[in-house]
């Protein structure tokens, strides 16, 4: 018997993979969301007739089971629901429209399930910008959520009774096994192991009607400058220090680490905060 890795194969399957993923054309709500040079750098490459360099293969794989599930979970309900900005003309997709009254977003992540969704802002900038747009008269409008967890909570040990775990888990010994173990000073219970498989977590949000109608100003802003960037001939590819400067966006959260443009449009990228970001936009919305 003879086994062999088929590396060609494996480069045919990320390759087409990619390809479904497909290209994103014009203005998008995320644009106001996550990284303004990065696309800047998109629509540069684009309008230069360059072939955008292609996520890395886990990125990829992470959209196409991401894309997967949403298939699955969004049969029979109204979903990829393209919705286009009065005030930016951008577009934006709603996975679906629940009953014809509320956006659901859906993501696909190895986050933790302990997690809520006030550890991603990103996520919900973009859910509070869907459900603005289909604010109409309502003096409030509320979105979900919809988050799987592939890797669930992690496995990380934690309190059976749902006790928070303090940054320095106490342990005492455990008089059946004679080992030290792990324990809960709250409830004085031995921690359990938590869980490795997918889970799935729903959360909503309400915003009221003034908080929506800032954020849709502060977005349409941001759409205003980002194309304001794209116009201007003294920002270059490769360009150094005569990119456009970070406006907004989680550079240092997550985004340059994982940039597929990066290296492609000379851009050094940020490690920490440089306090040349704006303020995030559900910040900004609640002052």
């Not at 550890?119 to 979900?144: C, F, I």
Request: aromatic content about 6%; overall charge negative.
């Amino acid at each position: 018997m003879t086994i062999k890795r088929l590396l060609d194969r494996e480069e045919w399957l990320i390759d087409s993979l990619s390809a479904k993923m497909g290209r994103r054309e014009g203005r998008h709500l995320t644009d106001a969301v996550y990284c303004n040079v990065k696309a800047w750098g998109n629509a540069r490459l684009g309008m230069a007739g360059y072939d955008l360099p292609k996520p890395d293969q886990a990125s990829i794989i992470r959209m196409a089971i991401g894309i997967g599930l949403g298939d699955v979970i969004e049969a029979g309900f109204h979903h990829q629901v393209t919705t286009l900005s009065a005030d930016d003309s951008s577009t934006g997709t709603i996975d679906i429209w629940y009953k014809g009254r509320r956006v659901v977003e859906i993501k696909c992540t190895w986050k933790s399930s302990n997690s809520t969704p006030e550890d991603s802002p990103h996520w919900m900038e973009q859910v509070a910008g869907y459900a603005a747009r289909n604010l109409g008269d309502r003096k409030t409008a509320t979105a979900e959520l919809w988050i799987v967890h592939l890797g669930g909570d992690g496995g990380a040990m934690k309190c059976p009774v749902g006790h928070e775990r303090p940054a320095v888990v106490a342990k005492r010994k455990d008089e059946d096994t004679g080992r030290m173990r792990m324990f809960c000073e709250e409830c004085d219970t031995f921690y359990v192991a938590g869980n490795r498989n997918p889970e799935v977590r729903c959360w909503s949000k309400t915003w009221e009607r003034e908080e929506l109608l800032s954020l849709l100003k502060l977005q349409a802003s941001r759409q205003a400058q980002l194309a304001e960037d794209i116009k201007n001939p003294d920002y270059l590819i490769n360009g150094g220090k005569h990119l456009p400067p970070i406006r907004w966006g989680y550079q240092a959260q997550f985004e340059c680490g994982s940039c597929h443009i990066r290296e492609r449009i000379g851009c050094p990228g940020i490690d920490e905060p440089t306090g040349q970001e704006e303020a995030s936009v559900l910040e900004a919305i609640q002052q």
